[in-house]
């Protein structure tokens, strides 16, 4: 633990205008009682399907120094409870003055694909010998925003924060809390399409993230996408000269001059505003040899160190159900396996195709077989039927020998889908699982993906379960 306090109970009383019932100091921010750490403040937070009220006892048993609530807890202790009008605003002021207290570069990173990974590449890039704070998970809304700068400590070099959205007027009240130096698009694309009229509109949202960067600041934008020039020239109609492009044409800023792919990485030459690098990507893809290339203009945007940033990007591991990858051991005995690519945590047009790509470009054992399973993808309103069924030509593109799916925007892609490939659509995903454990062999390479609805995640865990528990003892010995 920390020795200096992350807040103490005067700075929080005097930054929520609120009475000072105990000292304390605390050295963490939650909002979840089942995650309260010791020495954490817990915000009481209200949300439409619970009362964060009900769990301020908990949160207190488990460590909490104090709650910060609009009622009180009956039964608690006084000098246990912060009290104030409104959680959520009080969260969103103490957010605000975590962000006001700092004089570091700020980083915001949106997009509709690749978010949370580039957060992740880019947290990896710049701690090599400074200390950066970044959001964690996809803690990327109205309440996942302010809680992050709540929780960043007052000695940071860096602080890395992702901004999401799903509908406009979203993502300008975040970027107006964050105040970015750096704020970086990694693409647009078709994802949460059933809330925008056109791709444009989407644009158009994600452009919010220029209204809260300060003065001299600096944007990067995907060269490739083809909304570049729209989100170009908004960023100029805000004033906003520093633009960093990159991409796979060498009119970007930051470019590929060759790209190699291994089993587990990426090998990229790139041209860095002038410079040749060199560098490895501890993921396979394009799309994360595109992303590389915007943090590599994040870190120069920001004074970092290049060279070092090629070796955090190096050491970068997939999160859950973002790419990571199991070798599952079917026989003690005998090296008999197969590859799991998990990729279960979210999907939309453009993030299903990559996936796919990066499937195309594993290669299975003695060249057996390549499966994905799919799940439906959400929010994609009226052109959800044609999305979904315009991955035939991709699937065939890739050269994926089999496909299971399951949903019912699944089954258009499952009626174009040729004999040879279509594993079957299937009622439900205990069906598909059945089908599917049954069809495996060793050296298949099966990727699993959908949108979080489809519960895509519970084949992930059925397939781990296949493991023959010698084999895990063994693993874990």
Not at 170 to 176: A, F, I
Not at 287 to 307: E, R, Y
Not at 310 to 330: D, V
């Amino acid at each position: 633990m920390s020795l200096t306090p992350l807040w103490s109970s005067a700075e929080v009383a005097k930054v929520l205008d609120c009475r000072e019932e105990a000292s304390w100091q605390c050295q963490g921010v939650s909002i979840d009682s089942r995650t309260v750490e010791a020495g954490d403040l817990f915000f009481a937070l209200i949300g439409p399907h619970s009362d964060g009220h009900d769990y301020v006892k908990m949160a207190v048993a488990r460590g909490a120094v104090a709650a910060v609530v609009s009622k009180p807890v009956k039964g608690l202790d006084p000098k246990f409870q912060v009290k104030v009008d409104d959680v959520q605003q009080a969260l969103n002021k103490l957010g605000e003055a975590g962000r006001a207290r700092v004089d570091i570069p700020i980083i915001a990173v949106t997009g509709s694909v690749g978010k949370t990974g580039t957060k992740e590449a880019l947290k990896c890039a710049l701690s090599r010998n400074k200390k950066v704070h970044a959001s964690v998970l996809s803690y990327n809304n109205d309440i996942g925003v302010p809680l992050s700068l709540a929780r960043m400590p007052r000695d940071v070099d860096y602080g890395i924060f992702e901004l999401g959205m799903n509908h406009a007027g979203e993502l300008g009240p975040l970027s107006k809390m964050v105040r970015p130096h750096v704020a970086m698009i990694t693409t647009v694309e078709l994802a949460h399409s059933e809330f925008f009229e056109n791709i444009e509109a989407i644009a158009d949202a994600k452009a919010e993230i220029f209204e809260g960067l300060e003065p001299g600041g600096t944007v990067i934008l995907n060269h490739d996408n083809p909304q570049f020039t729209r989100l170009s020239d908004a960023a100029k109609t805000r004033g906003i000269d520093h633009i960093i492009s990159f991409g796979s044409d060498e009119s970007a800023h930051i470019h590929v001059i060759r790209q190699v792919f291994h089993p587990t990485c990426s090998c990229v030459i790139a041209q860095v505003m002038g410079q040749i690098m060199t560098f490895k990507v501890g993921m396979l893809g394009h799309h994360w040899v595109m992303n590389s290339l915007a943090i590599l203009g994040a870190v120069k945007a920001v004074n970092g160190d290049l060279g070092l940033a090629g070796l955090g990007l190096a050491e970068m591991q997939p999160l859950k159900g973002r790419g990571r990858r199991h070798q599952i051991f079917l026989d003690p005995t005998n090296e008999a396996s197969i590859l799991l690519i998990d990729e279960s945590y979210n999907a939309n047009p453009a993030s299903m195709r990559a996936a796919l790509q990066t499937l195309q470009q594993t290669t299975p054992q003695h060249k057996v077989r390549r499966i994905a399973v799919l799940g439906d993808m959400g929010e994609l309103g009226d052109q959800s039927a044609m999305l979904h069924a315009a991955l035939a030509d991709v699937l065939k593109e890739k050269n994926i020998d089999r496909v299971y799916m399951v949903g019912p925007q699944m089954k258009h892609l499952s009626d174009r889908l040729d004999k040879f490939r279509n594993a079957g659509h299937f009622p439900d995903r205990e069906a598909l699982e059945s089908a599917l454990l049954r069809d495996l062999r060793s050296g298949d390479v099966v990727m699993v993906k959908g949108s979080n609805a489809s519960g895509m995640g519970k084949v992930v865990d059925k397939i781990l379960d296949l493991e023959e528990p010698v084999a895990k003892q063994a693993a874990a010995g």
